[in-house]
């Protein structure tokens, strides 16, 4: 295991350089340069001023030197500074952002799985239900929404209407001066909405996905014969099926932890929320591209460990299986 997991880890680089290099050629072809955002709005621009914009920045050298500059730097863990009027170091402004997206996602994860991997076991258990058909008419809602759309609804309903539930930022006005459990239940009222947005699509595909592979196992033969002996509906379903059941799953979970941080982009733009995807889509509309290259640069690591964790966990909960 110890050799696997060594080769895996050293795969990893090639993989992690090849996602930076097709970034930020992408990021620097792409039309729109830095500087012509910052001027756009000011015609009086010389040209001159625009070059020396660019040669501040180090946009006015050859592709492949500025991206062995940012890699040199990269290796320091200095991530440049931003483009932005603050000047500040990108890694301190990711810093700042990334607990808040953090702490949504690990709720979000955490929701998917006490929801979804029940909802899954019971829909293959009693199948052709009435709470499976109910399932799956709740599966292709969740697939056939559009995430900006329900959140606008949601909004629309428990904030407006209802007067429930706050509808944007992580605080009230009055955050400052509340209590310990004041500020706990304020902040607890301005998450669920973006949890549930969040944890809305990972429910739908999780728990249709548990329901498939629970299916599977519980037409194996050693199923059968489990109930053959007698064993109780209960053990052979949670103690023999349910960890065959769990492997593929376990694997989309480690695949599904950068696309949690990536859907962060939407939702925390619509409810306001100052966490890595709204810093990562300002970052692009204003053509930051040291905070831009920042933040994919945590998306691919973040990757490659999805990808490391899931395939260690499918070894650890299956112990058919030997790596060699």
Same mark, same amino acid.
């Given at each position: 295991m110890a050799t696997y997991i060594l080769k895996r880890l050293f795969l990893m680089i090639p993989i992690f350089l090849g996602i930076t290099v097709i970034s930020f050629a992408v990021l620097h072809l792409a039309p729109g340069a830095p %500087?012509?955002?910052? %001027?756009m709005m000011q015609p009086k621009v010389? !040209?001159?001023?625009?070059?020396? !914009?660019?040669?501040?920045?180090?946009?006015d050298k050859p592709l492949p030197i500025q991206y062995f500059d940012w890699l040199k730097r990269l290796v320091r863990f200095d991530f440049g500074r931003s483009f932005s009027s603050d000047n500040r170091p990108v890694q301190e402004k990711i810093m700042e952002r990334l607990p808040v997206t953090l702490f949504i996602n690990i709720l979000s994860l955490v929701l998917i799985l006490v929801v979804a991997i029940p909802i899954g076991i019971l829909s293959a258990v009693h199948r052709y239900s009435l709470f499976d058909k109910a399932t799956t008419l709740f599966v292709f809602i969740g697939f056939a929404t559009p995430t900006f759309w329900l959140a606008l609804l949601l909004m629309l309903v428990f904030g407006v209407h209802l007067d429930w539930l706050p509808i944007s930022g992580l605080k009230s006005l009055n955050y400052e001066y509340l209590g310990f459990w004041g500020k706990t239940v304020d902040l607890g009222r301005h998450l669920i909405l973006p949890v549930l947005l969040s944890a809305f699509g990972g429910l739908a595909g999780l728990s249709r996905y548990m329901r498939s592979n629970m299916l599977e196992v519980i037409r194996q033969d050693y199923i059968l014969t489990a109930r053959a002996k007698g064993l109780p509906e209960r053990v052979v379903i949670y103690k023999h099926a349910l960890r065959n059941a769990l492997l593929p799953v376990v694997t989309v979970l480690g695949l599904s932890i950068p696309g949690?941080?990536?859907?962060?982009?939407?939702?925390?733009s619509i409810?306001?929320?100052?966490g890595m995807g709204q810093l990562f889509y300002g970052a692009v509309m204003a053509r930051d591209y040291p905070v831009v290259m920042g933040e994919l640069v945590i998306g691919?690591? !973040?990757t490659l460990i999805g990808n490391l964790v899931a395939d260690i966990s499918y070894a650890l909960v299956d112990p058919r299986i030997r790596v060699r």
């Open positions: %500087t012509e955002m910052q %001027t010389s !040209l001159e001023a625009r070059a020396r !914009l660019n040669a501040i920045y180090g946009l949690l941080i990536g859907g962060s982009v939407i939702f925390e409810f306001a929320i100052p691919a690591v !973040l």
